[in-house]
């Protein structure tokens, strides 16, 4: 009996063992792998070892920058629940991604809307080269996980010290998989904005139009803060933020400069106008803050360098040196500009998500139609007028779709789990209330 016993589950584990095998290798494409060796010969060393770099940066982005960035601007009983959003999105996102965001991003496309799920699972998707590539699959696979990862954590702004963590957990996967996804097929993936001829090198619309705009929808839905307009609500740690911005900046050229996906001159021109737009809107937010408010601040210059980051991101490809210095200067002026109105019309963006990143990011998407003059791209001021228009309709469409789209998500998490921690545990702090740590201990 015994025997039979050893035998019967020594066959199991055959079995299951051919079964893991299979879901390993033959599950996620083994005639890519297969195909490695065959198409070899054009893969880039170089291009790879770029773009891989570039994916590390902008992994560096999101966790520690946008973490850091975030958490020295909320309460200090907020700052461990306000890192986690920027931490866990990486997690949550990565998933995702591999499961089926970037086959619904990037995999044939279905009517200029959505990838199919032909590549389910990154089934298919291997380290060879796909046609007209010098780098593996796999290699712009990771890269474009990373510009989802930080999309997703920067929304977290505009809720931050509010929302469940449970209920942030459900709009990520929700929101990756229904927002983010269609607008890279849009543009990047073969669908109907690409084909009309919309300009975004690194993001402009689908990572700072959508996340800013997204974030509007939370703030609108999920109401303001407890005491917010009567109590203080300063930054509990401004180095944390200053870091943040620093780490922000040195990810950001992964970001943009490796969009050109390869080490070329592409890519060093990037880096150059991703460099001077950014130095040019902290110049220009410091300016504007010091002539508005009699002083000028190290948050408004960390926030205006952020801004530029952003305006510069769909144009850092298709611009010179002293184009970026033009987009630079009206980032900084127009995001905190931006940031003022949002106490005239009284919604409660935590962190400012839509000033920066949603005004920055249609500044920046505009101006790719005005300055644009490299990188088979050309604007208004070089001869062709018609890609404002253009560019007008990627921002009016991801405008209304992440608008609308991300209310609809909201209202769909708020009817399953509820959005908003309760007003004892919002007064309490997330730190306590959602995850039973405290950030700092006093001895």
Same mark, same amino acid.
């Given at each position: 009996?015994?025997?039979?016993?050893?035998?019967?589950?020594?066959?199991?584990?055959?079995?299951?063992?051919?079964?893991?095998?299979?879901?390993?290798?033959?599950?996620?494409?083994?005639?890519?792998?297969?195909?490695?060796?065959?198409?070899?010969?054009?893969?880039?060393?170089?291009?790879?070892?770029?773009?891989?770099?570039?994916?590390?940066?902008?992994?560096?982005?999101?966790?520690?920058?946008?973490?850091?960035?975030?958490?020295?601007?909320?309460?200090?009983?907020?700052?461990?629940?306000?890192?986690?959003?920027?931490?866990?999105?990486?997690?949550?996102?990565?998933?995702?991604?591999?499961l089926w965001g970037y086959s619904l991003a990037f995999a044939p496309d279905i009517g200029g809307i959505i990838g199919s799920l032909e590549w389910f699972g990154l089934m298919g998707v291997g380290p060879e080269p796909t046609e007209g590539s010098t780098i593996p699959h796999f290699a712009f696979m990771v890269f474009?996980?990373?510009?989802?990862?930080?999309?997703?954590?920067?929304?977290?702004?505009?809720?931050?010290?509010?929302?469940?963590?449970?209920?942030?957990?459900?709009?990520?996967?929700?929101?990756?998989?229904?927002?983010?996804?269609?607008?890279?097929?849009?543009?990047?993936?073969?669908?109907?904005?690409?084909?009309?001829?919309?300009?975004?090198?690194?993001?402009?619309?689908?990572?700072?139009?959508?996340?800013?705009?997204?974030?509007?929808?939370?703030?609108?839905?999920?109401?303001?803060?407890?005491?917010?307009?009567?109590?203080?609500?300063?930054?509990?740690?401004?180095?944390?933020?200053?870091?943040?911005?620093?780490?922000?900046?040195?990810?950001?050229?992964?970001?943009?400069?490796?969009?050109?996906? *390869? %080490?070329? &001159?592409?890519? !060093?021109?990037?880096?150059?106008? #991703?460099?001077? $737009?950014?130095?040019?809107?902290? @110049? =220009?937010?410091?300016?504007?803050?010091?002539?508005?408010?009699?002083?000028?601040?190290?948050?408004? *210059? %960390?926030? &205006?360098?952020? !801004?530029?980051?952003?305006?510069? #991101?769909?144009? $850092?490809?298709?611009?010179?040196? @002293? =184009?970026?210095?033009?987009?630079?200067?009206?980032?900084?002026?127009?995001?905190?500009?931006?940031?003022?109105?949002?106490?005239?019309?009284?919604?409660?963006?935590?962190?400012?998500?839509?000033?920066?990143?949603?005004?920055?990011?249609?500044?920046?998407?505009?101006?790719?139609?005005?300055?644009?003059?490299?990188?088979?791209?050309?604007?208004?001021?070089?001869?062709?007028?018609?890609?404002?228009?253009?560019?007008?309709?990627?921002?009016?469409?991801?405008?209304?779709?992440?608008?609308?789209?991300?209310?609809?998500?909201?209202?769909?998490?708020?009817?399953?789990?509820?959005?908003?921690?309760?007003?004892?545990?919002?007064?309490?702090?997330?730190?306590?209330?959602?995850?039973?740590?405290?950030?700092?201990?006093?001895?």
């Amino acid at each position: 009996m015994m025997t039979r016993v050893i035998v019967q589950n020594t066959r199991l584990l055959v079995y299951l063992s051919c079964l893991l095998g299979w879901l390993v290798v033959g599950g996620v494409g083994s005639p890519a792998i297969a195909g490695a060796t065959e198409s070899g010969s054009s893969i880039s060393a170089g291009d790879t070892a770029w773009i891989l770099t570039s994916s590390a940066l902008v992994l560096a982005m999101t966790a520690p920058g946008l973490a850091l960035f975030y958490g020295g601007m909320v309460r200090s009983k907020n700052v461990l629940g306000t890192m986690m959003h920027s931490f866990i999105s990486l997690c949550v996102v990565s998933v995702v991604w591999v499961l089926w965001g970037y086959s619904l991003a990037f995999a044939p496309d279905i009517g200029g809307i959505i990838g199919s799920l032909e590549w389910f699972g990154l089934m298919g998707v291997g380290p060879e080269p796909t046609e007209g590539s010098t780098i593996p699959h796999f290699a712009f696979m990771v890269f474009q996980l990373m510009f989802a990862v930080i999309t997703v954590a920067l929304i977290t702004g505009s809720f931050a010290e509010r929302m469940k963590f449970s209920a942030f957990l459900l709009f990520a996967v929700l929101w990756a998989t229904f927002i983010y996804s269609p607008l890279a097929h849009w543009v990047w993936g073969g669908g109907w904005l690409g084909e009309l001829g919309a300009l975004d090198f690194a993001g402009g619309t689908v990572v700072h139009i959508s996340s800013g705009v997204s974030a509007l929808a939370c703030a609108l839905v999920l109401g303001q803060r407890h005491g917010y307009g009567k109590e203080a609500m300063a930054p509990h740690n401004l180095p944390f933020t200053v870091i943040g911005a620093c780490l922000l900046w040195f990810g950001w050229f992964g970001f943009n400069a490796g969009s050109a996906l *390869a %080490a070329n &001159g592409i890519a !060093a021109s990037a880096f150059v106008t #991703t460099n001077t $737009a950014t130095a040019a809107a902290a @110049l =220009s937010w410091l300016v504007v803050e010091w002539v508005y408010r009699g002083k000028p601040t190290i948050l408004g *210059a %960390a926030s &205006g360098a952020v !801004a530029g980051l952003v305006a510069i #991101t769909p144009a $850092a490809g298709f611009v010179g040196p @002293l =184009s970026s210095l033009w987009i630079g200067i009206g980032a900084g002026a127009l995001c905190y500009a931006a940031v003022l109105w949002k106490n005239k019309f009284g919604y409660d963006d935590s962190l400012d998500v839509l000033g920066i990143h949603g005004i920055g990011g249609t500044w920046g998407a505009i101006a790719t139609g005005l300055f644009a003059s490299v990188g088979g791209g050309t604007g208004l001021f070089f001869g062709n007028p018609a890609q404002v228009g253009i560019q007008l309709v990627a921002v009016a469409a991801t405008w209304v779709f992440a608008l609308v789209g991300t209310f609809i998500l909201l209202k769909v998490v708020d009817g399953i789990i509820g959005l908003r921690v309760q007003k004892d545990e919002e007064i309490l702090g997330l730190d306590l209330s959602q995850h039973n740590e405290r950030a700092y201990t006093l001895l």
